[in-house]
């Protein structure tokens, strides 16, 4: 696999729930309720004169649904917590919009099927020339099987972290678990990249097990994450790589990758706020396309990059969390 620059070369969860478009419609139904309010005005008095601009207008209007629609608990906040993400929905309502031209304009049916008619029994094979035989293959599967009897282990110690915290939860908790065919792509690569054995490549595998923690307030957002460190450090579980990429243009958060001691196993735990989480969800289609086989051409890859760049520059980068520093065996810890 190629690691091209930003988010192609992180591993994300593979099968993210993919945002409710329910949103895309709110401008023509905001314009409507905008029109039956000045109508209803003229009715009762002169309205006092609109000194906002449309964008500012809009903003604030959404602003206010989105209270609405919370409830009584949240119409108690600052109103200046509420902007970010009425911004915030203005960028995921205009991402749908791009990549449904995208996908337009590249639609997934034009790519050649892959061809499994000459593959031996028990084997595997995976997109463009990813090929295991059946021994290696048998293998995996049996590690597979091995990986879903320890997360039956790791997710209540995770789950134990997360009842610390009532201000950020877990995740896509129902995918915690890789796919086996992700798997097995992962292997394969890693076997050509590193001329390593299949059980070498195996376990170095991330996250095959993988964690989101989101935290739903970006002021809580640093000190949780460190608290939450700790907090898995307690469990028993090892910290072996913890990666900053607050300050990246095609994708914002923290990975980390860490060891249960009892069984060996790798597992990933990401670090997301609300909007970073949702922005990861909404690029994760451009992140699969760029990784997959066959790669896209020059000016697709163009396409694919600058789509994630425009998500990400509206992403808010919570206080501090660009200087939560990286950590790995070679380098200086979490902190």
């Known amino acids: 696999m190629r690691l091209l620059r930003g988010p192609v070369g992180i591993d994300r969860p593979d099968d ?4 409710s478009d329910e949103h895309s419609d709110h401008s ?3 314009a409507d309720r905008a029109d039956a309010s000045a109508a209803r005005a003229g009715q009762v008095g002169r309205a006092p004169a609109e000194t906002r601009s449309r964008e500012e207008y809009y903003v604030a209007l959404r602003a206010a649904e989105a209270t609405e629609r919370a409830g009584p608990a949240a119409q108690s906040e600052p109103a200046a917590r509420s902007k970010p993400f009425a911004r915030w929905e203005e960028t995921a309502d205009q991402a749908r919009w791009m990549w449904s031209e995208y996908q337009r304009r590249w639609p997934p049916s034009e790519r050649p099927p892959i061809d499994r008619s000459k593959d031996s029994p028990g084997s595997w094979h995976g997109d463009g020339n990813r090929l295991l035989e059946r021994p290696v293959n ?6 597979c099987d091995r990986i879903a009897e320890r997360e039956k282990r790791i997710t209540p110690a995770l789950r134990a972290v997360e009842s610390q915290d009532p201000h950020r939860r877990l995740v896509g908790l129902d995918h915690c678990r890789k796919e086996r065919d992700r798997i097995k792509e992962k292997v394969y690569d890693n076997m050509k990249a590193l001329v390593i054995s299949a059980d070498e490549a195996l376990s170095i595998v991330p996250d095959a097990i993988r964690y989101t923690l989101q935290y739903e307030e970006e002021a809580r957002y640093t000190r949780g994450v460190r608290a939450d460190i700790t907090q898995l450090r307690d469990q028993g579980f090892k910290l072996e790589k ?16 860490w060891i249960d001691l009892d069984t060996g196993r790798r597992f990933e735990v990401q670090f997301h706020t609300r909007i970073s989480y949702e922005a990861k969800q909404l690029t994760h289609g ?6 997959s086989e066959p790669k896209p051409d020059e000016f697709e890859q163009m396409v694919l990059e600058a789509f994630q760049r425009k998500v990400t ?7 501090g969390a660009a200087a939560i520093f990286d950590y790995s065996k070679r380098g200086t810890d979490a902190r």
């Open 28 to 30: 023509d139904h905001s």
């Open 16 to 19: 993210a729930d993919v945002p």
């Open 242 to 257: 913890f990666t900053n990429y607050w300050s990246d243009d095609q994708y914002k958060g923290i990975n980390s990758q």
């Open 138 to 143: 048998e293998r995996i599967e049996a590690e």
């Open 313 to 319: 520059a509206e992403v808010p980068v919570p206080p």
């Open 286 to 291: 451009a992140y699969e396309r760029l990784r």
